[in-house]
């Protein structure tokens, strides 16, 4: 087998495992799923990822975690240095994503692999997915913009707001969910009082 078609093959792999451990999780995800949606033997998807199913899910969070960090920083250079334009980068970089089901993942997903890899995996979503939304925050606080003492709290809290919207279902949708994003977080700048 050439190297093209052998990476070729892991890629398709990796794809699926990562779409399928987005919808359902890794608990509800069997490597025979993984190897339908690719469609190859169950065995041979050991000649691709041979630590099994767990490697496969640590691979895959990894990368898309990367992917999401990689996002987000490039989101966030292009958009204009004030908070309402670098939140609205994150809701549009986030939203343009599959959900990352940080919910999920930390009561569910976690706790079903080795403690060291469920531990690298958390850092490494807090550092990819939050780190850059508190950053913005941290930054728009010393500019004067926000006067929030918890800029923890308010910058994860915008990234489950946000990341949130994709639970809706699109029958109930009435507008976008970018132009709900951009009505949260000027909400959340705004407040809601009268």
């Given at each position: 087998?050439?190297?093209?078609?052998?990476?070729?093959?892991?890629?398709?792999?990796l794809e699926a495992a990562e779409r399928l451990f987005a919808e359902k999780g890794y608990k509800a995800v069997t490597l025979r799923d993984i190897a339908l949606a690719v469609g190859?033997?169950?065995?041979?998807?050991?000649?691709?990822?041979?630590?099994?199913?767990?490697?496969?899910?640590?691979?895959?969070?990894?990368?898309?975690?990367?992917?999401?960090?990689?996002?987000?920083?490039?989101?966030?250079?292009?958009?204009?240095?004030?908070?309402?334009?670098?939140?609205?980068?994150?809701?549009?970089?986030?939203?343009?994503?599959?959900?990352?089901?940080?919910?999920?993942?930390?009561?569910?997903?976690?706790?079903?692999?080795?403690?060291?890899?469920?531990?690298?995996?958390?850092?490494?979503?807090?550092?990819?997915?939050?780190?850059?939304?508190v950053g913005v925050m941290q930054e728009a606080q010393a500019r004067g913009e926000i006067k929030h003492p918890d800029v923890g709290l308010v910058g994860s809290g915008m990234v489950g707001l946000i990341e949130s919207l994709h639970a809706i279902p699109e029958q109930y949708l009435t507008k976008s969910r970018l132009q709900m994003a951009y009505e949260l977080i000027d909400v959340m700048l705004h407040g809601i009082a009268i």
């Open positions: 087998m050439s190297e093209s078609i052998h990476s070729e093959a892991r890629e398709r792999v190859i033997r169950h065995a041979s998807l050991y000649h691709h990822v041979p630590g099994g199913k767990e490697e496969l899910f640590v691979e895959v969070t990894e990368r898309n975690l990367k992917r999401h960090a990689d996002g987000l920083q490039q989101a966030l250079a292009s958009a204009e240095v004030n908070v309402r334009a670098q939140l609205q980068a994150v809701a549009q970089w986030l939203l343009s994503q599959p959900p990352m089901d940080l919910i999920r993942m930390t009561h569910s997903d976690m706790p079903a692999v080795a403690p060291k890899q469920a531990q690298r995996l958390m850092t490494l979503a807090y550092a990819s997915l939050l780190e850059p939304v």
